[in-house]
């Protein structure tokens, strides 16, 4: 009965790879996000989708690609990985203003 | 840039006392902050949130302050607990808005039996 899951926990991949992470949410939520967190620790707004519609693009690199096939789903594609990209990915879903997260994905690209 | 500051990387209190975690923000437009914690492994979880029309709210043992004019909260925890050992997040938007909720660096607070 998780509320946002996100797959897979653990990614671990060549540079240059392409990868994909699943999220999928089951509380009826319009709303739904990615955020990274990097190395730094900070928590970073990517994508945002209301209804499967992009409304937030935080100038993310054209090789992460965002699809929503409906309003409970939200995956990230990511090609031509790089050594950057390694970071705490967060898929999230809205009510109101309070957000409900999944427990993130872990990615590291060699 | 950042926008909401949280300046103490950590912070260890004892069992039964009061945890204090602080958070400044700049951004005059913010009018929602909130507080997320997060355990190891695991989402950040939604604590507690405040209005700007408010300077607290109080949820149990977590108690929010918010002080508009010097652009700083705070998140009180009494009595503090070591199930409370966790990461703390504050986070701020602007109601209306982008929808884009701003998170803080986090402050990890370990409570000692």
């Known amino acids: 009965d998780t509320a946002v899951s996100q797959t897979p926990k653990y990614l671990v991949t060549q540079m240059g790879n392409d990868k994909s992470i699943k999220c999928e949410q089951n509380?009826?939520?319009?709303?739904m996000y990615w955020y990274k967190q990097d190395s730094k620790k900070f928590l970073k707004i990517m994508f945002s989708?209301?209804?499967?519609?992009?409304?937030i693009n935080e100038t993310v690199p054209n090789r992460f690609s965002p699809k929503s096939p409906d309003k409970a789903h939200l995956n990230l594609h990511i090609n031509s990985l790089e050594l950057g990209d390694s970071a705490v990915y967060f898929c999230a879903s809205s009510r109101q203003e309070k957000l409900f997260f999944g427990s993130g994905t872990q990615l590291s690209v060699l | 840039d950042q926008q909401v500051k949280q300046n103490s990387p950590s912070l260890s209190v004892q069992e039964g006392r009061i945890s204090i975690l602080n958070c400044d923000y700049t951004n005059s437009m913010f009018d929602y902050f909130l507080w997320y914690k997060k355990y190891p492994a695991e989402g950040p979880t939604f604590l507690i949130s405040i209005s700007s029309i408010k300077d607290k709210n109080e949820d149990g043992r977590f108690t929010v302050f918010l002080n508009k004019s010097a652009k700083h909260l705070s998140l009180h925890i009494v009595p503090s607990q070591p199930g409370d050992s966790a990461v703390y997040f504050c986070?701020?938007?602007?109601?209306?808005?982008?929808?884009?909720?701003?998170f803080g660096k986090g402050t990890k607070l370990t409570v000692n039996p």
């Open positions: 509380l009826g939520h319009d709303t």
């Open positions: 986070a701020a938007l602007t109601q209306g808005g982008s929808e884009k909720l701003v």
């Open positions: 989708y209301n209804n499967k519609e992009l409304i």
